[in-house]
Every structure is written in structure tokens, then in C-alpha cells.
């Protein structure tokens, strides 16, 4: 009869030797194939090599290593015990490279102060979210009013940020297939647009735009056009900047962001108002994102103005236009009317630099006649 191995016990086929003492002599030297066909020649049946393997373990018993050349590693030294960490040279590290991006960060929240030497007044117009490349914006006006102001003397361009559509990811797949110019070629005709300006020196200072910029920090970690912007030299404002705007005698505040962080549904210049109390009462406070225009007067402070500060009295309150009006073709503003289609206006400021005075206009002609108006006066 054929028996299964019992481990406790002593076994006459296994020659008066108990199991363990067995095991003992043949595990060193016996592949364990070849214990297993052993087992069965000598009538155990019953027993697994998984449970071979357990036994020798509780046994100790181990198989010799076969010959087999060991690697060798060169001796260096144990520097991550307590105590050899010199915290103070990462830290020095940590300082030295802050330093060294600060310099590559070319962004302005102050830039110098822009100058226009002039006897005359100049119209500044302030132009935001161009929306280069999206279904919805209306290039052939916008390519109008680019030529319109390469022609016109005493005009200039501030830019207010996305000039791009740049949709790369996006929680709606149709909001990126619905781009007539992919963001690479976007991004080839904002920079040749930018050097024309620049070769007719109507470009004064660029900000930041989600599109623009914070689309491309978020899949990238940067912004493409950053590199661009640097080599031109043009101020960039990265958040919330406050330009000092000189013209002939004059020197003229303007507070300028993309995206301020206040918004109101219902009145398209809170954001503004709220920057003017809680950041500087500029003389021009301007606004985009919201592609809802307009502009208000507002007075505050006038005595500081009367006492010869360089703050106070009259304030303009501006918020940008867009150029992405084409309703027929933007699925957000047929879907969601709180959003609304984009309004096209050309929000411009006469600058006086004989004295301390500002007009407004919601167009770049209007502001020009004035100029003419007063030239010939």
C-alpha cells in the first residue's frame, strides 16, 4: 500500500531515517525534481514540492548558490545618515535659483515708465481678445482695424491679453476641432503681427490672457509666447501691472489686467471699480476677459488731485471688446445666454499733454477727429 509522507513520523522505506533526517541529507545536493521523483520511487505519494519547500524552511535548510560571478561596486561614500545632511547649502541652492528665474521672469506688475514725446494729443485704444484662430472671431474686421491703425497717425495699441484662441485641452472636444488656425500657427501670425506694430511703433504694453498665457502654463508649464515677448523688449504685464504712461508733459496712470478677480453679471465694470479701490486709483482702470465693453467716468478723491498728487479726481473705468462675435459659429453663446456673444467695440482714450485730461470714445475715429479737432484749433 502506498503511504502518504507523514513528516512526524519515522518511515521504513525511508530506511529507518524519519522524513526530516531524510530531507536533511538529500536537500543540499538534490535538485528538487529529483526529490520528488525520489519520493514516489520510494512509495510516498501525497506530498507537493510547495510543501517540500515549506518544510526545508522551517528547517533552515537552504540550496547552495550556484557558481555565479558577483558584481563589485567601488566604495563611496554613506552621506544620508542623521547628521551629514547640510540643510543650509540646499537652501542656498534653493535661493540661488529663485534668483535666477526672477531674472528670466520678464513680466512686469511695474514696468518703467513708457514715454511719447509729443506736442499734440494721442489716442490710445485698448484691444483685447482677439481670438486669433477661433471659429467665432471675425478676422476680416479685425485685419481692418489692425491696417487702420498701421495708417493713422497718434494712434496706439495696448494689448490686453488673449490675442490667441490657443485651446490645445479642453473640457469640450468641439471647442478645440472648432479652431480654423491651429495654436502653433496662431502663435506665427500674433508674432508677426506684434513686430509689424512694433516696426511702426504703435504697440505700448501687453498683459497676460487665460488663453494666452495661463492655457499653455497649464499643459505646458509655460507660456510659449514668452520668449517672443522678451526679445521685443515691449512691457508685459504677468497679473495686475500699473503703467505710467507719459505723454508730452503729462504723465498718466493706467491700471491694466486681463482677468481681474472681482466680476459682476450685471455691471460689466465692477471689476474695475474694484481694482481702482483695493489696488491704485489710477486714472484709467482697464479690464477684458468678459468681452462686455464699455467705460465710465468716475470721480474720487479730488482733493488729492487739487493738492498736486498723482492721483485723483477724474478716472475712467474701461472694460475691453472682443472680436469674437460670430455667433453662428461660437457654441457657448447659443448654449449658455448668460455668457452672451461678444460685443465689438474699440474702447479709446485721448491723452492731452499739455494738461491732465482724458477723453473716451468706444472707437478708434471718434478719438482721431477729436484729434484733429484739436490740432487745428
Known amino acids: 500500500m502506498i503511504r502518504a509522507i507523514d513528516w512526524r513520523t519515522p518511515q521504513e522505506a525511508l530506511e529507518s531515517q524519519s522524513?526530516?533526517?531524510?530531507?536533511?541529507?538529500?536537500?543540499?545536493?538534490?535538485?528538487?525534481?529529483?526529490?520528488?521523483?525520489?519520493?514516489?520511487?520510494?512509495?510516498?505519494?501525497?506530498?507537493?514540492?510547495k510543501a517540500v519547500r515549506r518544510k526545508a524552511e522551517r528547517m533552515g535548510l537552504t540550496k547552495p548558490l550556484r557558481e555565479h560571478p558577483a558584481p563589485k561596486f567601488g566604495a563611496r561614500p554613506v552621506t544620508n545618515r542623521q547628521g551629514d545632511f547640510d540643510w543650509r547649502t540646499t537652501i542656498q541652492a534653493a535661493t540661488a535659483l529663485q534668483a535666477q528665474r526672477a531674472d528670466l521672469d520678464f513680466s512686469e506688475n511695474l514696468p518703467e515708465p513708457v514715454e511719447i514725446e509729443t506736442n499734440g494729443p494721442i489716442a490710445v485704444c485698448f484691444s483685447a481678445d482677439w481670438h486669433l484662430g477661433?471659429?467665432?472671431?471675425?478676422?476680416?474686421?479685425?485685419?481692418?482695424?489692425?491696417?487702420?491703425?498701421?495708417?493713422?497717425?497718434?494712434?496706439?495699441?495696448?494689448?490686453?491679453?488673449?490675442?490667441?484662441?490657443?485651446?490645445?485641452?479642453?473640457?469640450?472636444?468641439?471647442?478645440?476641432?472648432?479652431?480654423?488656425?491651429?495654436?502653433?500657427?496662431?502663435?506665427?501670425?500674433?508674432?508677426?503681427?506684434?513686430?509689424?506694430?512694433?516696426?511702426?511703433?504703435?504697440?505700448?504694453?501687453?498683459?497676460?490672457?487665460n488663453h494666452s498665457v495661463e492655457f499653455d502654463e497649464r499643459v505646458l508649464?509655460?507660456?510659449?509666447?514668452?520668449?517672443?515677448?522678451?526679445e521685443t523688449g515691449v512691457p508685459h504685464i504677468g497679473g495686475i501691472g500699473l503703467v505710467r504712461l507719459i505723454v508730452g508733459g503729462q504723465m498718466y496712470t493706467i491700471l491694466a489686467t486681463h482677468k481681474?478677480?472681482?466680476?459682476?453679471?450685471?455691471?460689466a465694470l465692477h471689476g474695475a471699480k474694484r481694482m481702482y479701490e483695493t489696488v491704485?486709483?489710477?486714472?484709467?482702470?482697464?479690464?477684458?476677459?468678459?468681452?462686455?465693453?464699455?467705460?465710465?467716468?468716475?470721480?474720487h478723491y479730488n482733493m488729492a488731485r487739487d493738492m498736486g498728487l498723482s492721483f485723483?479726481?477724474?478716472?475712467?473705468?474701461?472694460?475691453?471688446?472682443?472680436?469674437?462675435?460670430?455667433?453662428?459659429?461660437?457654441?457657448?453663446?447659443?448654449?449658455?445666454?448668460?455668457?452672451?456673444?461678444?460685443?465689438?467695440?474699440?474702447?479709446?482714450?485721448?491723452?492731452?499733454?499739455?494738461?491732465?485730461?482724458?477723453?473716451?470714445?468706444?472707437?478708434?475715429?471718434?478719438?482721431?477727429?477729436?484729434i484733429r479737432s484739436a490740432e487745428e484749433a
Open 134 to 209: 477661433a471659429g467665432a472671431t471675425d478676422h476680416e474686421t479685425w485685419q481692418r482695424d489692425i491696417d487702420y491703425l498701421l495708417q493713422t497717425p497718434s494712434l496706439y495699441y495696448a494689448i490686453i491679453g488673449d490675442e490667441i484662441e490657443n485651446v490645445r485641452s479642453f473640457m469640450n472636444v468641439k471647442t478645440i476641432l472648432d479652431q480654423v488656425l491651429p495654436p502653433d500657427l496662431q502663435r506665427q501670425v500674433l508674432k508677426a503681427v506684434v513686430r509689424e506694430l512694433l516696426d511702426y511703433n504703435k504697440l505700448l504694453w501687453t498683459t497676460w490672457g
Open 280 to 299: 491704485f486709483p489710477a486714472d484709467l482702470v482697464v479690464v477684458a476677459h468678459d468681452h462686455n465693453p464699455g467705460h465710465e467716468e468716475f470721480n
Open 221 to 230: 508649464g509655460e507660456s510659449l509666447m514668452d520668449d517672443f515677448l522678451r
Open 260 to 267: 481681474s478677480r472681482f466680476r459682476s453679471y450685471r455691471n
Open 312 to 370: 485723483g479726481g477724474t478716472s475712467y473705468l474701461v472694460a475691453c471688446s472682443t472680436y469674437r462675435t460670430l455667433s453662428t459659429n461660437d457654441w457657448a453663446a447659443r448654449r449658455f445666454p448668460s455668457w452672451g456673444e461678444g460685443v465689438l467695440k474699440r474702447e479709446t482714450a485721448v491723452l492731452f499733454p499739455d494738461r491732465h485730461q482724458i477723453e473716451m470714445y468706444d472707437n478708434c475715429e471718434s478719438a482721431i477727429e477729436r
Open 19 to 49: 522524513p526530516e533526517q531524510w530531507l536533511r541529507g538529500v536537500y543540499a545536493t538534490l535538485s528538487n525534481g529529483v526529490i520528488m521523483e525520489r519520493l514516489q520511487e520510494i512509495g510516498f505519494t501525497g506530498a507537493t514540492l
